[in-house]
């Protein structure tokens, strides 16, 4: 589960939007930027240090992610769907990888390994020159 964001930590700008759609994408700003400052916001600092860590193309030198949506003709399910990209990121940002405890080959994965290495070495010992 991931923390509210405040309505008031995110910035909305609308924009025109790209692409077809005729005479309606030349005359309406329904586009959206969400600009979320993530140093400034009320984010826990672990989770503000894994999005700060993200090689992540949206988020900019100074900290600040912006998330362009477009996909929809209304301006509000483009809010929507820009909020909902911003939660999904936080929330992936939010989960703590389980460390990964290094183990030991079995006995029988190492002989099938050596017994694989036998007969790929017999194969192409056999590929040799023919000697009388």
């Not at 993530?38 to 826990?44: D, E, K, T, V």
């Not at 672990?46 to 100074?62: M, N, P, Q, T």
């Not at 080959?105 to 192409?124: H, I, M």
Request: glycine share 6%.
């Amino acid at each position: 589960m991931h923390p509210l964001i405040p309505e008031s930590e995110v910035e909305f700008s609308a924009i025109r939007a790209q692409g077809p759609g005729g005479q309606h994408v030349n005359k309406a700003s329904t586009a959206v930027h969400l600009r979320f400052d993530i140093a400034a916001s009320s984010l826990p600092a672990a989770i503000k240090e894994r999005l700060l860590a993200r090689s992540d193309s949206r988020i900019s030198a100074d900290g600040v992610l912006v998330i362009k949506a477009q996909g929809s003709r209304s301006l509000e399910s483009n809010k929507a769907e820009a909020m909902a990209r911003l939660h999904a990121l936080i929330e992936r940002a939010a989960h703590v990888p389980k460390p990964r405890k290094p183990t030991r080959p079995t006995y029988g994965s190492q002989q099938r390994r050596l017994e694989g290495k036998a007969q790929r070495s017999s194969l192409k010992i056999g590929r040799g020159k023919v000697s009388e």
